[in-house]
Every structure is written in structure tokens, then in C-alpha cells.
């Protein structure tokens, strides 16, 4: 089946500009994950929803990211007023339910956000 | 505060013979361990994981070995195959949360 896919696959802007990044999950994957991967770095957590709250968003750096995920599939990452700092790869994620299931997070190929 | 850690940025083996990875974690609460693996241009894939509760789990090819007095985890890789030369990352999560706090990775090198 169709995996985790995220668009777009790149995205350049200029500091101060708005922009969305949107991950379509696994189909039936109730658990959803944002992180974003620096050059050199692990993947660093921003935020997860189950369903369609959020259940951890303390990896946000700060009140400019903002994620949502109205019906629970889809999610939209949203960065404003956009700082060269930002420049990274944003990864999706989904996985099943909870507990064990939370192990197995299935990633996309990220979206690579450049800053000028 | 690097909650994760995974010192060695690179490793090189011959085809054949056995990889070790290593990475260590500071954060006594973690109750499960991770290793996935990413090759150039896609997302992380979930390899192995490992239970706070046991000292190793192994599936195929691939062995965990934590040892929770020294706040330390490996992953044998045996035999090693070209094909799995890539980015390794060690992650670390607590139960009943699906945040994943991960490593900085080691490249393997996996020579024909």
C-alpha cells in the first residue's frame, strides 16, 4: 500500500515568509508525527496528534510553529515569519493506535525547507 | 541536553564480518530503545526495538544488547551486507508516548 508521502518534496523562501508543509499519513494511522532533521543531526521532535488532538507538542521551538490535523488523517506543519534557522528536513511519520505500535513510526521522505 | 548520544559518527566493515553500533542514553525513565536505519533521500525505517525489561532481543540478522546499569545499547548486525550500509539511528522513548528522542547516527560502511 501507499506510504507516508509529504509535499512539497521542496521548499525554498525567503526569511519573514509564511510557509505549510502537509503530510498524508498511512491510511487508518491514528498517530501522526512531526520532526525535522538538521544536517548532521538525528531526527528532533516537534509535535504528535492522536487522531486528531495533539497529545505532545512540547518539541515546537517556539510560537511561530503551529501543526493541525482537523479530521484526523492529513496535517499541515505551518511556520510564519520564517528564520534562516528553520532551514531543515521536516519529517512525517504515522503509526498505529498506542502502546507497542508506537515503536514502528513510518516515515516519509521529509520535506527540505531552505531559508534565504 | 543530548538525552541520546551515539559517539561514533562513522563505522567501516568488510562484507561478512560483524558491525557494532553503538549509543548511550542518560534519561533512567526510558522504557524502550530503538534502531532504525535511512538511506540517502527517504525516511528513517524502524529496524529493532527492545523492551527496558530485557537485556537483548533479536531479530534475524540483527541483535539489541542493553545493558541498563551502564545507561548503554548495541546493535550486531551479523553477517554484514552492502546493503545495509546506511545512517543508523539509536532512539529512546517512554511509555504510553510516541515522542522519539533519537541519537545523531553512525554511517556504516559495509565493503564488498
Known amino acids: 500500500g501507499a506510504g507516508v508521502s509529504q509535499t512539497p518534496s521542496n521548499k525554498v523562501t525567503e526569511k519573514g515568509k509564511y510557509v505549510e508543509l502537509r503530510c498524508d499519513p498511512i491510511?487508518?494511522?491514528?498517530?501522526l508525527y512531526w520532526y525535522r532533521q538538521s544536517l548532521g543531526q538525528g531526527p528532533e521532535f516537534l509535535i504528535y496528534f492522536q487522531g486528531t488532538g495533539a497529545a505532545d507538542d512540547s518539541g515546537l521551538p517556539n510560537d511561530r510553529f503551529f501543526a493541525v490535523r482537523p479530521e484526523g488523517s492529513v496535517s499541515t506543519l505551518k511556520i510564519q515569519r520564517t528564520e534562516r534557522g528553520d532551514s531543515a528536513v521536516y519529517l512525517c511519520?504515522?503509526?498505529?493506535?498506542?502502546?507497542?505500535?508506537?515503536?514502528?513510526?513510518?516515515f516519509g521522505p521529509g520535506t527540505r525547507l531552505t531559508v534565504l | 541536553d543530548q538525552q541520546v548520544k551515539q559517539n561514533s559518527p562513522s563505522l567501516s566493515v568488510q562484507e561478512g564480518r560483524i558491525s557494532i553500533l553503538n549509543c548511550d542514553y542518560t534519561n533512567s525513565m526510558f522504557d524502550y530503545f530503538l534502531w532504525y536505519k535511512k538511506y540517502p533521500a527517504e525516511g528513517p525505517t524502524f529496524l529493532i526495538s527492545?523492551?527496558?525489561?530485557?537485556d537483548k532481543n533479536e531479530d534475524g540478522r540483527f541483535t539489541v544488547f542493553l545493558n541498563k546499569s551502564a545507561k548503554h545499547l548495541s546493535l550486531h548486525i551479523v553477517p554484514s551486507q552492502p546493503g545495509d550500509s546506511a545512517v543508523y539511528f539509536c532512539a529512546a522513548r517512554r511509555s504510553n508516548t510516541g515522542k522519539l528522542i533519537f541519537g545523531q547516527g553512525t554511517t556504516l560502511q559495509v565493503k564488498p
Open positions: 511519520a504515522s503509526s498505529l493506535g498506542r502502546g507497542a505500535n508506537y515503536n514502528e513510526q513510518f
Open positions: 527492545i523492551s527496558s525489561i530485557k
Open positions: 491510511s487508518g494511522h491514528t498517530a
